[in-house]
């Protein structure tokens, strides 16, 4: 009798440590079977596995003349809401004074460009800065999202369900760049997704696309032949925020000390 | 599942749990209950395509490449439009993505007819890259589109798909810009600077050797401005042979801004 009891506990708990395991691990039960898999795309046009690239977007503040075109082609091509302080990409305008003050200033995304300042006096040096979301390679958006609507694809790029997202503001709140919005709209979370259904279509981003001065440049950061590998090679590199150790993947050229 | 549940029952029956309080043992039925309705509801609240890739909807990704093209891309204007985009690589533009002074044209290489691309002429357009700013990178073309030829479309001078700056200026405000801007406020606005001045071709190549002439007498301004005369414009008449005679006009009104005092 005793040996029945001892029996049946072990079994017991070994079916409940299999449960156990089985909820708080599902992905430990059926890794073994699943390797990597291309995506299988609704549009069979697509022949782009996201597992084969890594995107990054280098930007050249000594070429960026700040005409704005790229926020205004990101607008058109991604139907961003029209009106002001929606913005995926957007262009600031740094005037560090001789008193070490520093004015930025960034009317409407600069999606009419940009106009003379009026307190332009005295400015000792003067730049633009084109900024958008920096694909971090540990993004803070993706850690808070409380239902997995906010991912980094194989590709590295950061994307939104909008289907699955809450509306719940934490990536918003997190992002340190302030590189998301709430749509008006549709009331979920929206950023920059490097124009996806462009780059899985062989296309480059809109933004880079309507550069006049090729001061974006995007390519893979894996391959040694990709233009954005040459960019970093060839210039002095700097990131946003780099305490943060988010590592974004926009990359910029002699970047000033300001630049917040 | 069930024979789950048989051992646990098995175990509860045959334990210390059997001789547990009442309490105890409806709790562990709560705490079985709950398990199984979080195992039961789990699955039907997350989408099958959930954690395929990662922890996120497989679906998402179609989603996200589900968005229609606006901007067609260079590579699409070249197949037609070869001579132009060839003109354009050989110039300071070559750089310079068709779409962006022409607007959005993915629904141009659909169905030319249907979607026109846009011509702007305006002087709006070429200031949001050529007006001087001094957060501009140095030695990018600018200029003050104040005072550079103001009111005259940037394409008069600048063929924008090859801007070299024009050599010779082909029009008088290239280099008489006070006069110009003076001018083009005046009710002489309409008045062409060679309909006073007859200008020898020359005189663009060389102008110190080759000048334009001047007005030489009163009837001069009379074609105009004389009662008699034949035209169609609003311009105040006088009557030549009592207005001021022994004057030249011009010592009492500035032609280029008749208007002053």
Known sequence: MKNLITSKRRDVLKTMAGLAAGVLFPKFLTAEQESVKPMDWADESINYNPHEHTWGMGVDIDKCIGCGRCSNACKIENDVPKEPFFFRT?????????????????????IDGFEKHPESEDVLRSFFVPKLCNHCEKPPCVQVCPVGATFQSAD???????????????????CPYGARFLHPVTKTAEKCTFCYHRIVRGEEPACVEACPTEARIFGELDQKASPLHRFKRMNHIGVLKPALNTEPKVFYAHLDMEVK | MLSIFRNIRGFMMNSWLSKAPEQIKLLVVVVILVISAFLIIRPLLIPDDFGELGHFRTGALNDAVAIEFKYAGRASCVECHDDMTEMLAAGYHKKLSCEVCHG???????????NEPSFPRERTLCPVCHEYLSSRPTGFPQIVSQSHNSLKSCVTCHEPHDPAPPEVPSECSACH?????????SHHMDVECEFCHT??????ISPRQYRPDKPQNREFCGQCHTKNASNDTDAPLINLATHETRYDCWQCHYPHLPEAR
């Open chain 1, 90 to 110: 957007w262009v600031e305008r740094y005037q560090v004074k001789e008193n070490g003050e520093t004015i930025i200033d960034c009317p409407n995304g600069a």
């Open chain 1, 156 to 174: 590295g790029v950061v994307l939104v369900d909008a289907e699955y997202c809450l509306g719940c503001r934490y990536c918003i709140q997190a």
């Open chain 2, 104 to 114: 959005p044209l993915a629904g141009h290489i659909e169905d030319s007819d249907e």
């Open chain 2, 177 to 185: 810009g006070e006069i110009s801007r003076s001018k083009a406020v």
């Open chain 2, 199 to 204: 200008t020898p071709e020359l005189h663009k």
